[in-house]
DNA sequence: CACGAAACGTTAGTGCCACTAACAAAGATA
DNA sequence: TATCTTTGTTAGTGGCACTAACGTTTCGTG
């Protein structure tokens, strides 16, 4: 049945894709966090004003599902961006519980200036990739998280 | 010269390449994670048994190097394998700094146990892929890693 | 050979992130 | 109406990547 598999296939630590992933995703992280880390910001923040912006005002509990930010987290992060008018947070009289979450012009300015912070990081971090493999990383990766949903 | 660019590129959330990457480092992380954790073990613990079963004893700092895992964090994971009789640690007569690592059977007992439940994670995190698939993200991955290698 | 630089193991501590638990208030459902 | 769910919030946990510092031992170079 069980193989004993005393030694494992050589060079197995090299090429074992949940390690692969972790450290591409390490690499990943330093580049854009350094560089968003230099404006003050993490990738939370970058990650909530793009979703602002790209569908407009929203509820904390919907901003937490299209960024994957947990909402307990995301109460902080609203919190930093509100402290610096990134945001605002205005109580939504249809319906008490929520709070509409609005993106200000210096959240759109505050965007543009890390969007192209996380622009350059991309493409330091795909560099020694041909467009066609940045491509199709993109696509496997793409392909690996939409199989692998949260259980919503 | 910079774009102003205040509304991003349409559902560019899910298409930056390094939130895919986050997104499935998690995913494979939990898969990984939760089957060791059902062990007692963690990723660590596996990636050294891995290195010392794959080249024998050596000693701490060169596990460090060898599995990305710092030799400051080492330290604590050589204590937990040390406690469960899977290594042991030895002084190197001939480098009275270094200790020498050396895997006991029942660390190979354990390192068989673990990797069965890695392979395990890598199925279920490789499922959506075909093998094809499968290898070409170890290929784009390994081909980011290299490249992106920590400045030693 | 001597002496400064480097490597080794170790302790302590930081910051980010993913995640859980619990709560009050409001809304939806039965 | 009574119950279940959603929302925002606070607090806390655990793993991982990473830094700083220290004593000891070895190495490299003058």
Redesign the interface.
């Known amino acids: 049945m069980?193989?004993?598999?005393?030694?494992?296939t050589?060079?197995?630590?090299?090429?074992?894709?949940?390690?692969?992933?972790?450290?591409?995703?390490?690499?990943?992280?330093r580049?854009?966090g350094d560089r968003l880390a230099a404006e003050g910001a993490r990738?939370w923040h970058f990650?909530v004003l793009?979703?602002l912006?790209?569908t407009g005002p929203t509820s904390q509990a919907e901003l937490s599902r299209?960024?994957?930010i947990y909402r307990s987290d995301m109460v902080a992060v609203l919190n930093e961006l509100a402290a610096t008018d990134c945001i605002h947070r205005t109580p939504d009289p249809a319906d008490r519980r929520r709070n509409t979450i609005t993106l200000t012009p210096a959240g759109?300015?505050r965007?543009?200036r890390l969007?192209?912070l996380?622009t350059e990081?991309?493409t330091e971090?795909?560099?020694?990739?041909t467009p066609t493999?940045?491509h199709?990383?993109?696509h496997?990766?793409?392909?690996?998280?939409?199989?692998?949903r949260p259980p919503h």
């Open positions: 069980s193989q004993s598999s005393p030694d494992p050589p060079a197995r630590l090299r090429t074992v894709p949940s390690r692969l992933l972790a450290q591409a995703a390490t690499v990943a992280d580049l854009v990738k990650a793009v979703a912006a790209e299209r960024t994957g759109h300015h965007l543009a969007d192209a996380v990081a991309e971090l795909l560099a020694p990739l493999q940045q199709d990383l993109t496997l990766l793409t392909l690996l998280t939409t199989h692998h």
